[in-house]
């Protein structure tokens, strides 16, 4: 009797995690239908990686705007026609690219299996394989497919769901637990910020007349903010480009956290992490590499599970920009 108590109980813990790690995708999800999907993926992605040092941050942020915009279903590699204006369109798509590698792999596994392999899978292994280059082929996450692509893209739905640099901690917790996502999670995976850049325009306002009478934001090392003046050239400037880790910021490392601590976050949305006691904990334990990386696998896990197509739902679009 107590025998199938435990094992009813360990069932339904085990029905339980599986839809909180993301429900019906699987390890390996197209071994019979497309062996070879996933080194495809690989190999092409390692190709582009090999001449453009800063894919795999693009790949990264690209795959974040697809999962917080209707779940991971490529809606965010759809064009927009002469009757919708798509996410890729919004406000906050500023810089967002990769597409061409998307396409690129999309063509490949196409060739080898038509109809078999969707987008949203092709861009959560894509992400993962780029960012885990500099680590010799070891997989810095593990990554379930089965996902399928969704049907509809609206730029309107990314400007509510995606969130901005100047938003303060109470409403990115709030973003994220609309995504199912913990604060824990929001301070992990903004840690994705190790690499990358970040246009002047996004953070400008710490710089320059921070509250009305020419000053800077105080929560900004000065020295730091002083540097930033001599790159940005004003509120204005939607060009210029800054390193968010400046040391390595093509190399995915912890070093965001360190930098973090020590005012130098680039974004509000950075700085804001270090408002509270919890996420200022958090934001100290993740100094510690290993942890960051143990921690990060976890939570882009999570990320990649959000609001997934699976069975019947969607489609496997056959060109990732335009649905079928
Ligand atoms: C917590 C809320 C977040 C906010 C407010 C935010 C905001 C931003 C902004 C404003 C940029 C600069 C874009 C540009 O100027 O071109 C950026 C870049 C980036 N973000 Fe985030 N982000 C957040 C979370 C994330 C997450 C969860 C990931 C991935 C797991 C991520 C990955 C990246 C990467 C890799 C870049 C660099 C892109 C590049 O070099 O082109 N971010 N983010
Ligand atoms: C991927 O690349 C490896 C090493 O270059 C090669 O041996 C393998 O055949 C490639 N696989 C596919 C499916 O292209
Ligand atoms: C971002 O949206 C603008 C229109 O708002 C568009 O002109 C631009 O091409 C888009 N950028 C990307 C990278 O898709
Ligand atoms: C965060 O921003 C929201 C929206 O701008 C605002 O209503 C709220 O008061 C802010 N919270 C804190 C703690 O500053
Ligand atoms: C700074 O902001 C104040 C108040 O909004 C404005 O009157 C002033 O012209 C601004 N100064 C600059 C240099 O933009
Ligand atoms: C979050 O979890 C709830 C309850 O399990 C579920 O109904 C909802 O669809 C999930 N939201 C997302 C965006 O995955």
Same mark, same amino acid.
Request: proline share 3%; with cysteine; glycine share 6%.
């Given at each position: ?82 009757? +919708? ?51 010799? +082929? ?55 910020? @190790? ?5 002047? +325009? ?16 105080? @929560? ?5 903010? !002083? ?36 005012? !130098? ?6 700085? @804001?992490?270090? @408002? ?49």
């Amino acid at each position: 009797m107590k025998m199938r108590f435990f094992l009813v109980a360990s069932m339904m813990l085990l029905s339980f995690l599986e839809i909180t790690e993301g429900g019906s995708l699987r390890k390996n999800f197209y071994k019979k239908s497309c062996p070879q999907a996933e080194e495809i993926v690989k190999n092409i992605t390692l190709q582009h990686v090999s001449s453009r040092p800063e894919l795999p941050a693009k790949l990264l942020r690209l795959h974040f705007h697809d999962c917080f915009v209707r779940g991971c279903d490529a809606s965010v590699l759809i064009e927009s026609t002469a009757s +919708n204006t798509a996410e890729k369109d919004a406000i906050p798509n500023l810089s967002l690219s990769g597409f061409d590698v998307v396409k690129d792999i999309k063509d490949a596994v196409e060739a080898k299996c038509p109809g078999v392999v969707s987008c949203a899978d092709i861009l959560t292994l894509a992400a993962r394989d780029a960012v885990s280059v500099q680590f010799n +082929n070891e997989q810095k996450w593990e990554v379930l497919t089965g996902r399928r692509d969704g049907t509809v893209s609206k730029s309107l739905e990314a400007l509510i769901n995606i969130p901005a640099p100047f938003h303060n901690i109470s409403t990115l917790r709030q973003i994220f637990s609309s995504k199912n996502l913990t604060l824990h999670d929001l301070v992990v995976l903004s840690g994705a910020h @190790t690499i990358g850049v970040g246009h002047c +325009n996004l953070f400008s306002n710490r710089l320059f007349n921070f509250t009305g009478k020419g000053d800077q934001d105080p @929560t900004l090392d000065s020295t730091y903010a !002083k540097f930033l003046k001599t790159k940005c050239q004003g509120l204005g400037d939607t060009t210029t480009t800054v390193e968010m880790d400046p040391s390595s910021s093509t190399d995915f490392n912890s070093d965001y956290y360190p930098i973090l601590l020590r005012k !130098k976050g680039l974004f509000t949305s950075d700085a @804001t992490l270090l @408002t509270t006691k919890q996420s200022r904990n958090i934001v100290k334990e993740l100094v510690s590499q290993n942890k960051f990386f143990t921690e990060f696998a976890q939570s882009m896990k999570r990320m990649g599970a959000i609001g997934v197509l699976s069975g019947s739902d969607g489609e496997i679009r056959r060109k990732c920009s335009i649905v079928n």
